[in-house]
Every structure is written in C-alpha cells, then in structure tokens.
C-alpha cells in the first residue's frame, strides 16, 4: 500500500515488535502499514468520530487484519489502556488540540514508552508544552508534500523541564537545525518570508496596536536569522537545561 510522506515518516519512527495506539486514526492507513511492514505486534485504532472509524474498520476488514487491529470509538488516550500499549502516535491534528490530549490523560501519557505526535498547526504551543512539563524531544523529522512542510516528533517523558534560549526553536525544532535536517533550510525561509509579510502589511499603518506588533515581528525576526545562521554554519547553541 502507499502512504503519504507524512504518514511514511510517522512509520518510520515507530519502534518494530511494538504493539502501538493510533489516536484518530481515519482511515486506518497507518495501523496496516505498520503490522505490514513495521512488525509492530498490535494496533489499538481509536477515532472520536463513527465515519472515519467505519471507513477504518472497512479497510482493516479488507486487508485481513481483524484480528490485530482494535477499533475503538473514543476520544484521545481515555479509550486506550497504557499497560495495553507500548506507545501512542497522535498524529493528523492542531498542536493545543494534541496537548489538550495529553494533558486530559497526563498520567497515561507519561506512562508510555514513546509517542508520536505530529501537529498541523501550533507546533511551537506544542513544543514548549512538552518541554516545560517533563517530556524530551528524542528525535524531530519533517516531511514535505506539495508546498507544506510537516514537523514530526517522538517524545518520552523524563520528568526533567527544559526550554530554549532562542524562542524560535519552538516554532521549528532544535534536532531539525542541529542535525541539519535537508528541509530545515526551506522552512526557516517559510518562516521568514511570512514575517516579513506581516511586517509589511503592519507598517501600511501604524497604530499602537500595529506598532507593538511590529517590534514582536522584528525581535523574531532576529531570532530566525540567528537559528538561518547556526543552520547555515552547521551548528546549534540554542538548548539550555
């Protein structure tokens, strides 16, 4: 079967022999390819909504695989059971919705070994959620498909609180830059080009309000060409304990 780049990329952090939650699952693409080609042991398939988990159901049905995938009408991590399930990926949805997630089932989510989670949006309120309550940032991937770029995380809870210096590498991941990831470069520029944009648009006209919103646009704007520049040497000096 043939995932999108997103979801091949989510598979391939999922450890092999491991039996995984699916939170808002759709379709179920994910679970079959993960007990196809991951060796993963189970997969507990959850969605909130009946439409994606009948759509879910249909295709596991179709792909003989009935007896290894668990479809679960339910909503986050409250339908899973974390002595049932190694990790969980948490993937497809808004960055405060994934941390609303976590924080409903806090205790649940520092349980598992690992999770996956993948924002489509608000990924710097995820990011700095995660590291001021205890989780470690493992490993950070991105996937590109069309234009957009899709920022991947695998996390674990430690119990250790962290932060950045440079507040920028919450919207676009430290691991990205220092490790020099081959998309990094691109959605920096992303970044950087829709600032300007808005910088732009506030200068036309200059109200307090406007003004205020200018000096932010300006101080990130420093921040980004700080982390274009440790990318473009690279290197990173932007982690602090």
């Known amino acids: 079967m043939k995932l999108t780049n997103r ?138 498909e069309q234009r957009r770029i899709y920022q991947i995380m695998l996390v674990k809870f430690t119990g250790e609180s962290t932060n950045y210096q440079n507040s920028f590498y919450y919207h676009i991941g430290e691991k990205n830059v220092k490790e020099n990831h081959p998309l990094a470069g691109e959605m920096i520029e992303q970044y950087k080009e829709k600032q300007q944009k808005i910088l732009r648009k506030c200068e036309e006209k200059t109200t307090p309000t406007t003004q205020k919103r200018i000096e932010e646009v300006l101080a990130l704007l420093r921040q980004i060409e700080e982390v274009e520049q440790d990318y473009a040497n690279g290197k990173n000096t932007g982690h602090v304990e």
């Open 7 to 144: 979801l091949k990329v989510i598979a391939s952090l999922v450890p092999g022999e491991s039996i995984v939650a699916d939170i808002g699952t759709d379709h179920g693409y994910l679970p079959i390819y993960l007990l196809k080609n991951n060796d993963v042991r189970h997969v507990y398939a959850t969605d909130v909504n009946r439409g994606p988990l009948q759509a879910a159901k249909e295709f596991v049905t179709e792909n003989k695989e009935l007896k290894r995938v668990d479809l679960i009408l339910g909503d986050g991590l409250s339908c899973v059971k974390e002595k049932d399930v190694d990790g969980a990926v948490i993937a497809g949805m808004g960055g405060i919705l994934i941390q609303e997630i976590i924080q409903r089932d806090f205790d649940k989510a520092k349980a598992l070994s690992w999770m996956i989670l993948q924002p489509m949006t608000a990924p710097e309120k995820l990011r700095e959620y995660l590291m001021q309550n205890g989780f470690e940032i493992i490993r950070e991937e991105l996937a590109k």
